[in-house]
T-cell receptor, first 115, second 112 residues
Framework: AQKVTQAQTEISVVEKEDVTLDCVYE???????LFWYKQPPSGELVFLIR??????QNEISGRYSWNFQKSTSSFNFTITASQVVDSAVYFC????????????FGKGTMLLVSP | SQTIHQWPATLVQPVGSPLSLECTVE??????LYWYRQAAGRGLQLLFY??????ISSEVPQNLSASRPQDRQFILSSKKLLLSDSGFYLC???????????FGSGTQLSVL
């Protein structure tokens, strides 16, 4: 069975601080996808990134970066120079590669960025 | 471009009443469709998914059912709501080859 653990329930930072959201996963599949989604107060989940299990290169997109380490089954997400607009709940998710996108989500981390 | 519509945005229903939530997708054909539920303080739980008209897979046995009467329409139903059915319901669509899901704006259901 698949499992995603986001141990941080809530994180509070002050604007311009860097913050890392942790994600640890469990799966018996040898190939899989990892995702991060953002859920702002409006409620709609917004896709941030998808990662293949066979590609361990770290990725950077503007102020966002992701550190995928297969050896520790972790897929951490860092926001550099956080902004108030980054305040949201962030979900890490895992799916197999069957094509049906039956994602297993973590419980989410609520990030509060204060001015 | 593709869009997903989900309604209503909020719903308050008494225990024992029926439920019908509707989701439609525009701008794509033969999408995979999904219903997720987000209970208070918990992560998202997959309820149902569908890979085609009339094809429904249930992930969690419960008081709810789903139907897909048309290619881009996905309906979540219940004959008699329970208090435990309260939560935030999200519809999503995806294409088989991309594994990426696009979510609707959600329905906040309160069963009283």
């Amino acid at each position: 069975a698949q499992k995603v653990t986001q141990a941080q329930t809530e994180i509070s930072v002050v604007e311009k601080e860097d913050v890392t959201l942790d994600c640890v996963y469990e799966t018996r599949d040898t190939t899989y996808y990892l995702f991060w989604y953002k859920q702002p107060p409006s409620g709609e989940l917004v896709f941030l990134i998808r990662r293949n299990s066979f590609d361990e290169q770290n990725e950077i997109s503007g102020r966002y970066s992701w550190n995928f380490q297969k050896s520790t089954s972790s897929f951490n997400f860092t926001i550099t120079a956080s902004q108030v607009v980054d305040s949201a709940v962030y979900f890490c998710a895992l799916s197999d590669m069957t094509g049906y996108s039956t994602l297993t989500f973590g419980k989410g981390t609520m990030l509060l960025v204060s001015p | 471009s593709q869009t997903i519509h989900q309604w209503p945005a909020t719903l308050v229903q008494p225990v024992g009443s029926p439920l019908s939530l509707e989701c439609t997708v525009e701008g794509t054909s033969n999408p995979n469709l999904y219903w997720y539920r987000q209970a208070a303080g918990r992560g998202l739980q997959l309820l149902f998914y569908s890979v085609g008209i009339g094809q429904i897979s249930s992930e969690v046995p419960q008081n709810l059912s789903a139907s897909r009467p048309q290619d881009r329409q996905f309906i979540l139903s219940s004959k008699k709501l329970l208090l435990s059915d309260s939560g935030f319901y999200l519809c999503a669509w995806g294409l088989r080859e991309s594994e990426k899901l696009f979510f609707g704006s959600g329905t906040q259901l309160s069963v009283l």
